[in-house]
Each structure stands twice: as C-alpha cells, then as structure tokens.
C-alpha cells in the first residue's frame, strides 16, 4: 500500500544545531517533491521544490536532498533558531498537480 | 495581493445543518486546492479545480461534499447535511504553473 512517513511525530534540538527531518515513502513514484511548514493555527506555507532529477536544492539555512532509490527525502536548517520551531510537512507531487502530504513532523527549537 | 481569502474563518453548526465554506484564489492562479485537516487524518486532499474544471474529486469522502468554482477566483465547499465527523479545519490553497501552493488561513468547522 502507499504510505509517507516523516521521521518522528516531534523533534527537539538545541539552538544554533543542524535540525535534519526525513521523509519516507513507498510505491509512489513523485516527480517532485515540496516542503511545507505549518505554524499552529495557520495554513501551510510553501518552503522548498525538489524534482526527481535533481539531488539537492538549498534556500537560505534550508537544504533539501531527494534519493528516488531510497525514496527519502531529506530536510535541513541549519543553525537553527527558536523561531523555526513549527510543524514540517513534506508533499509528494503524484501526477499532475496531484499532492499527496505527509503527518508532519512537529519541530521545536530549545534556545 | 492579499493572498488566499477563505471565509468564515470559524464555523460551528449543528448536526444536520447545510454548511458553506467559501475561498478566493489569489489573482492570476489557474489552480484551486480542497483539503481538510484532522488529527487523525492529517491533511488530506478533498477535490482540486484547474482552469475551473474538477480534475480530481476523488478525496471527496461522501456524496454530502460538493464543491464548485463558479469563475476563475472563486470557489464554494459545500456539506449537506452536515455531521459530527466533519469537525476539522478546511484549508482552500492555489497554485500556478509553478506547483507551490498558497493555503489559505483555513475555516474550522465544528459539528455538534
């Protein structure tokens, strides 16, 4: 069956580290990939897009690895800082302008 | 531009009753998103329009779902009747052809 997986329900790291949230999935094949973050009582906002041939895109503190063969993706911030603190949703681009979203991962960032 | 408009922002009803979220599209965008956002479910996708065409209603869990984009910046989510099980937060969101998508702020619905 198909499923997404983001690695863990919430994430605690320590202020200034490198905060690295996975992405899984199983039997879909995305042309792309997207990051979303969510604060609480808002909608998602779009972060980053990574399609299938490319293996890395970087915005700022944000880096976003895609592997088609372990069908992962990877999301990091580094240095980060309280203010990243927030849910991070990971969207598979299925076909078309089809989407398929992940549980989320719940980010806090300890100063 | 103001961004994704949706409307009301909170909605509590009561069981039975006929439910109408609304959502206006961010100029310029072909592109309109449903999705409905639980604890349980997380955020699942509902209907989506392109160039005001349903392209794919699949996640639209009952036939008391209906949704309708009259023009190019407007569209209607439509419940009736309305149950407890609805009870979640609807997010509306456009895109162009660029694939990001713009969420809206989002109508809670709950149904007692």
């Known amino acids: 069956s198909q499923k997404i997986e983001q690695n863990s329900e919430a994430l605690n790291i320590q202020e200034g580290k490198t905060a690295t949230l996975t992405c899984n999935y199983t039997n879909y094949s995305p042309a792309y990939l997207q990051w979303y973050r969510q604060d609480p009582g808002r909608g998602p906002v779009f972060l980053l897009l990574i399609r299938e041939n490319e293996k890395e895109k970087r915005k700022e503190r944000l880096k976003v690895t895609f592997d088609t063969t372990l069908k992962q993706s990877l999301f990091h911030i580094t240095a980060s800082q309280p203010a990243d603190s927030a849910t991070y949703l990971c969207a598979l681009g299925t076909g078309g302008q089809n989407f398929v979203f992940g549980p989320g991962t719940r980010l806090s960032v300890l100063p | 531009d103001a961004g994704v408009i949706q409307s009301p922002r909170h909605e509590v009803t009561e069981m039975g009753q006929e439910v109408t979220l609304r959502c206006k599209l961010i100029s310029g965008h072909n592109s309109l998103f449903w999705y409905r956002q639980t604890m349980m479910r997380g955020l699942e996708l509902l209907i989506y329009f392109n160039n005001n065409v349903p392209i794919d209603d699949s996640g639209m869990p009952e036939d008391r779902f209906s949704a309708k984009m009259p023009n190019a910046s407007f569209s209607t989510l439509k419940i009736q009747p309305s149950e407890p099980r609805d009870s979640a937060v609807y997010f509306c969101?456009?895109?162009?052809?660029?694939?990001?998508?713009?969420f809206g702020p989002g109508t809670r619905l709950t149904v007692l």
């Open positions: 969101a456009s895109s162009s052809m660029d694939n990001s998508q713009y």
